[in-house]
């Protein structure tokens, strides 16, 4: 049985895949990783777990992945019909997992009306689009 805390497991975590540096074939992602600057989301686990599951897949079959890319987008329905968001694109570099600078940002605050329809409406097809992803 593995029992580390989230603690000690941030700090053996490979950034470039997730993979454990204590267990061999053990990936971290989401809320038990500490990914640089990416926020705890189900987007970047989502992200997360893509790119390590290339990286998987790449490794059984004898291949190298290149450098892997990260997204986040964080969407809060104030109302049904309002939203607002947040995104980022991330990258290792030797700092670790950062933003990309001018990839992604933060809608703006004084935004019509129509625009936080809008991002109501992205919110509710994002969740309906990475449900479908996990579960089927």
Wanted: glycine residues 10%.
């Amino acid at each position: 049985m593995l029992t580390l805390s989230n603690a000690s497991l941030a700090l053996v975590v490979i950034r470039k895949n997730f993979e454990s540096t204590l267990h061999k074939g053990i990936h971290v992602i989401g809320d038990a990783s500490i990914a640089g600057k990416m926020p705890k989301s189900g987007y970047s686990a989502s992200s997360q777990a893509k790119a390590c599951a290339a990286e998987i897949v790449a490794e059984l079959r004898g291949e190298t992945v290149g450098v892997s890319s990260w997204i986040n987008t964080c969407y809060s329905l104030v109302a049904p019909d309002y939203g607002i968001s947040v995104a980022a694109v991330y990258r290792l570099t030797d700092k670790g997992i950062m933003p990309v600078k001018g990839a992604g940002g933060v809608g703006p605050r004084d935004a019509p009306r129509e625009t936080r329809r809008m991002e109501a409406l992205y919110a509710e097809g994002w969740y309906k689009a990475i449900t479908a992803d996990i579960f089927s």
